[in-house]
C-alpha cells in the first residue's frame, strides 16, 4: 500500500508526500486539525489541507521569522507570538536568556493541544515559565492591548479561515499600538510566485505600509511551502532590518542554529526584480 | 479528461503539473524529450522524465547562471556554454554587446532543434552571428582547449544520464586550463535539501576545489526544482564574486532583468548555516 498526502498548490501544480499513516485527524472548533508520519519528513501537521509544518523542514520557517527581529532589536525583552499553536516560534524564543516574557495568542487550542502530543520537536517550550498561552482570537485580543510588546511575531495560517483576520489593516494598526516606540513586528507574507499567493502578499504589504513607517520584506526556502519561495515581512517603528545592525551583539550569544546567520540575515532582504516591483506597485 | 505530469523529487516527494497537452515527444540518440503546453508553466520541456525549464520560471535559472559571472568578471569577450542547448544561457549572454564570441557545446543536437522549433522564448538568439554550435560532449571538447574563455558556463543537466561526465573531476580540471588566468566558471550545482541531491552538491563542490583556488556557492528559488532551493557554483582563479566587485560598472549597462540585481547577486553567496557546513565538510 502506499499513502500519499496531496496539497494544491494552484489549481494545476501540487506537491505530494509519501506518509506512512495518519497518526491523528479532528476537527476543532475552528479547523481539520491531521498529523501524519512520514519518511521525507519525518511527522508533519496538515491544518484544513494545508500543510503547516514538517519536522524536516520547519527549522527554516521558525528560526527566519523569529532571529531576524530578535538580532534587530538591540534590548527585546517582552514578546508577542499570535497564532504559532505548534510552538516552534516560542522555541525559538526561548533560546534567549534576556528575554522575560512570551505571551502565545492562540485562537484554536487544539492546535496547542495536538502539538504538545503529537509535536515535540516544536512544542517542547510551550511550558517554560517565561510563556503564558492565550486562546483567543488575535485580533480581539490586540485590540486592548497598548504600548506594551518589543516584538510581534505574526505566526499565522494563510489569508483565509481561521487566520483572515491577522492580514486586515485593523489589525497591523493595532500591533502598531501595541508595540513600544521602537518595535518591531515579523509576519508570515505568504509567497510571490503564484498569482494567487503574490496578490496576497502584496496586500499584506500595503496594508503594513500603511501602519508602519519601516516595511520591508525577506525572503526564504521553505522547500515544503507553495513554490518554496517564502516571504516574511519586516515591520518597524525605528529600526531598519539592516542598516545600523550590530551583528556583533547578536554573535557574542553564540547560539547555534540550522538555518539563520547573519550574512544570510542581511542577503534576505535583497529580492529579485519581480518581487520588489510587486511590492513597489503597491506602496504609495 | 485531466493530464498531469509528475516528477518524483525522491522515492518519497512529487511535484505535478497539469498540462494541456503533449506537444512533443522524440527519442535522441542521448534522451526522450518531452515538450509540453500548460496553464501554470506555459511550455515546459522535459529530457528522460526530468523538467529542465518552463516558461514561467526559467528567467531564474537563466538570470542567475548568467549575470553573476558577467558583473564579477571585468571584460568578458569569449564565452563557453556547456549544455544548454535550450538557449537560454545563449540568451542572456547576446543582452551584452561587448562579448565578441560565444561557443555553445552541446552533446544533443535534437534538444537544439526542438528548442529552436517549439521553444522560442529561450531558443530565440541561437542564431546570434556570435554563437557557434559545436554538437558534442562537452567533456571531450574541453579537453582540447587551452587558455581560451573568460568564463565557462556548464549549463549541465543532473550528473546522470547525458550529463554526467559535466560533474567529473577531470571536467573540472579541463575548465580550468581552457579559461585564461582571470577566467571563471559557472556551473549547476544541484540542490542542498534532499539527501541524494546534497550528497551530489558535495561531490561537485569537492571536485571544484581541487582546480579552482576560489570556489563558492550561490543559491537561488526555483520553484519547479526539487525542493526550489537551488545552487548554483562560482569557480574562480582571480576574482571574488563579491568582494571588489565593481558593481557600477554593471548598473550602468542599464540592462532590464526580471530577476537579477546586483544586491541578490551579492546576497545570494550568504547561504543557510546547513548548507555551509555541507560544504565546509568537503573542504580541504
Known amino acids: 500500500m502506499e499513502l500519499w498526502y496531496t496539497e494544491k498548490h494552484t489549481d494545476n501544480v501540487s506537491l505530494s508526500i509519501k506518509v506512512d ?4 485527524s479532528g476537527k476543532s472548533e475552528f479547523q481539520r486539525i491531521d498529523i501524519f508520519d512520514s519518511k521525507e519528513f519525518g511527522r508533519i501537521m496538515v491544518l484544513d489541507g494545508y500543510l503547516m509544518l514538517t519536522e524536516k523542514d520547519e527549522f527554516i520557517y521558525h528560526e527566519m521569522i523569529t532571529h531576524v527581529a530578535m538580532c534587530v532589536h538591540p534590548n527585546p525583552k517582552k514578546v508577542l507570538v499570535i497564532g504559532g499553536g505548534d510552538g516552534g516560534t516560542v522555541r525559538e524564543l526561548t533560546k534567549y536568556d534576556f528575554i522575560e516574557k512570551i ?3 492562540e485562537i484554536d487550542e487544539e492546535v496547542v493541544d495536538v502539538s ?3 509535536l515535540h520537536t516544536t512544542a517542547l517550550k510551550l511550558d517554560d515559565p517565561r510563556v503564558t498561552c492565550y486562546y483567543e482570537d488575535g485580533l480581539k485580543f490586540i485590540r486592548r492591548v497598548n504600548d506594551e510588546y518589543d516584538i510581534i511575531i505574526v505566526d499565522s495560517t494563510d489569508p483565509f479561515g481561521p487566520g483572515e483576520g491577522l492580514f486586515t489593516r485593523e489589525f497591523y494598526g493595532n ?3 501595541a508595540l513600544h516606540d521602537d518595535g518591531i513586528m515579523v509576519n508570515q507574507h505568504e509567497s510571490p510566485f ?5 496578490e496576497a502578499m502584496q496586500r499584506a504589504h500595503k496594508r503594513i505600509c500603511m501602519s508602519f513607517p519601516i516595511s520591508k520584506v525577506y525572503q526564504v526556502h521553505i522547500p515544503t511551502y507553495p513554490s518554496g519561495h517564502w516571504l516574511f515581512g519586516f515591520a518597524s517603528k525605528k529600526y531598519h532590518p539592516v542598516k545600523g545592525v550590530n551583528w556583533d551583539r547578536w554573535k557574542k550569544l553564540g547560539l547555534k542554529l540550522k538555518y539563520y546567520n547573519t550574512a544570510l540575515h542581511a542577503g534576505a532582504f535583497a529580492l529579485p526584480n519581480y518581487v520588489e516591483e510587486l511590492l513597489r506597485d503597491v506602496e504609495s
Chains 1, 2 share one sequence.
Do not use: H, P, S
Not at 499513516?21 to 491523528?24: A, E, G, P, T
Not at 503564484?194 to 503574490?198: F, R
Open 175 to 177: 500591533c502598531y499600538k
Open 103 to 105: 505571551d502565545l495568542v
Open 116 to 118: 504538545k502530543k503529537y
Open 21 to 24: 499513516k495518519q497518526i491523528y
Open 194 to 198: 503564484y498569482e494567487g499567493d503574490a
